[in-house]
């Protein structure tokens, strides 16, 4: 075994040689060694006589030898310790030292190995993050060309509903134009009817004495009795400016419905596409190509604005239907067409006053039923106030009870907390009660008052359906019916 910092040759590594005695010497005070060599003890290292005792206490034996005199041999002396041995013996480091350092290199090494468990643990959620964003954002992106693909066949759908209606309305005003161009100058006026009509709709009471749908029918059709010719060919000329202008609000639509078809099976591609498609590829650069010219809301406003302009058409156009069957009934070709729509009119308020009256009475009938649960109610009311005066009185009683109690009896304890909190809320309740039951009261009167006015609104529209349904529609159906007055010959 070789020892750091020293040579084989030194003394104490040698094989032990005998001093001439054969145990060691008596116990006597040990005489003291003065050390011509004092060492520096570096800061932060052990003391070297700790370290081997056993080479300290050979030198103590060899120095006794030498005061007892010619006991051993000078061959025998143990050699002094020299400077080269105490660098040595220095140098070496304790097992503290040891321990220390091994101990430092295991929490290294557990900290190396738990930093980089760390980082594989990171490295795994973090791949597990962004698969999971990647398919989120694919699944997002997918939803969206859904929701895309789902708001283009809505606004296909409304396109095509829209050109629909926009040609029936063409065919309808054609239809106009040729009964105009066919109709005859000549008039059968059914003034009087009318005229008979509107005098008997004066009797009216109250608020059913409005001007109604019905009313302007009947004044249309006598002004439009004295003048019609000029009228028919001004709307004649008016017919001619709207069809081209709904041929306009037709080519808008169909182009658009056309681009809607196109972008639809462009977007239903892209919506089927999938990491498993054959057709996929890279195209690098195109996320920074914007090749587009609208943004959602001005897409959906280009369409919307196209069926509200065909809309306006379409209205336009029924309101010059509607006029030119107005000028029919001017017209004695078109009279009948004029007492059909009265007649509609008639028969629309008819309806409309026969489903208020129908609602008022079942507001009455519910007035009634309220009226009856009211009144219930109130007997409830009184009955509950009437029963909850025996607790009140039972819980006044026992306190009244309680307060004769003698001295330190007088406890403010939990039967009497409670029985203070009782008369409390059975108080409170009862004013409770009996605010509702004055409530219920009311509400009761109310009742009363709005079963009166029910009753006489009842009392209008049975006049209002007498005049409209049996004197004026009973005038009406003897009015005269030709194909020559329908514009058809």
Not at 59 to 85: F, Y
Not at 222 to 242: G, N, P, T, Y
Not at 307 to 318: D, E, K
Request: aromatic share 6%; with cysteine; proline share 4%.
């Amino acid at each position: 075994m070789e020892f750091l910092g020293t040579t084989q040759t030194t003394s104490y590594c040698g094989p032990k040689k005998a001093c001439g005695f054969s145990a060691l010497p008596p116990a006597v005070p040990a005489p003291e060694i003065q050390e011509c060599y004092q060492p520096y003890y570096l800061p932060g290292y052990r003391y070297p006589n700790s370290g081997r005792p056993s080479l300290f206490y050979k030198i103590s034996n060899a120095q006794t030898c030498m005061d007892e005199g010619a006991m051993c041999l000078s061959a025998l002396r143990p050699p002094t310790i020299l400077p080269a041995l105490r660098s040595a013996l220095f140098c070496r480091y304790s097992p503290h030292d040891w321990d220390r350092s091994n101990k430092l290199q295991m929490r290294g090494a557990e900290a190396s190995r738990l930093r980089a468990s760390r980082l594989t643990g990171d490295s795994m959620r973090l791949m597990q993050d962004k698969d999971q964003l990647t398919r989120q954002m694919q699944e997002g992106t997918s939803r969206n060309l859904g929701q895309r693909l789902s708001d283009i066949g809505f606004w296909k759908s409304e396109l095509g509903y829209e050109l629909e209606r926009l040609l029936n309305e063409n065919r309808s005003l054609e239809t106009v134009k040729r009964r105009l161009e066919c109709v005859a100058e000549e008039l059968n006026c059914p003034l009087q009817v009318a005229l008979e009509c509107l005098y008997h709709r004066e009797k009216r009471i109250g608020i059913d004495l409005v001007h109604d749908n019905v009313e302007k029918n009947l004044i249309r059709e006598v002004d439009l009795l004295k003048c019609c010719q000029e009228q028919m060919r001004k709307l004649a000329q008016r017919i001619d400016i709207q069809m081209r202008d709904n041929r306009d609000a037709q080519h808008a639509l169909e182009r658009d419905l056309e681009d809607k078809t196109s972008a639809q099976f462009i977007d239903e591609k892209c919506f089927n596409l999938r990491n498993t498609s054959d057709c996929i590829s890279f195209f690098h650069g195109m996320e920074k190509v914007d090749g587009t010219i609208s943004v959602p809301e001005s897409w959906a406003k280009f369409s919307n604005d196209n069926i509200r302009h065909s809309q306006n058409m379409r209205a336009n156009s029924i309101r010059l239907c509607e006029e030119a069957e107005n000028l029919f009934e001017a017209l004695s070709d078109q009279m009948w067409k004029q007492f059909t729509h009265t007649n509609l009119a008639f028969s629309a308020r008819i309806s409309e006053v026969t489903d208020a009256k129908n609602k008022l009475q079942t507001q009455l009938a519910k007035t009634l039923q309220e009226i009856f649960q009211a009144e219930n109610t109130i007997m409830l009311l009184e009955r509950s106030i009437m029963a909850k005066e025996c607790p009140l009185k039972v819980a006044q009683t026992r306190l009244e009870c309680r307060t004769r109690r003698p001295n330190v009896e007088l406890c403010r304890d939990i039967p009497q907390f409670k029985l203070v909190n009782e008369v409390f809320t059975i108080d409170d309740t009862l004013q409770t009660l009996k605010l509702r039951l004055r409530e219920t009261q009311d509400t009761l009167q109310l009742l009363v008052m709005t079963k009166c006015r029910l009753e006489h609104e009842l009392a209008i529209k049975a006049n209002t359906l007498c005049i409209d349904k049996e004197k004026c529609m009973s005038m009406r159906k003897t009015f005269p019916c030709t194909p020559r007055l329908m514009g058809y010959t």
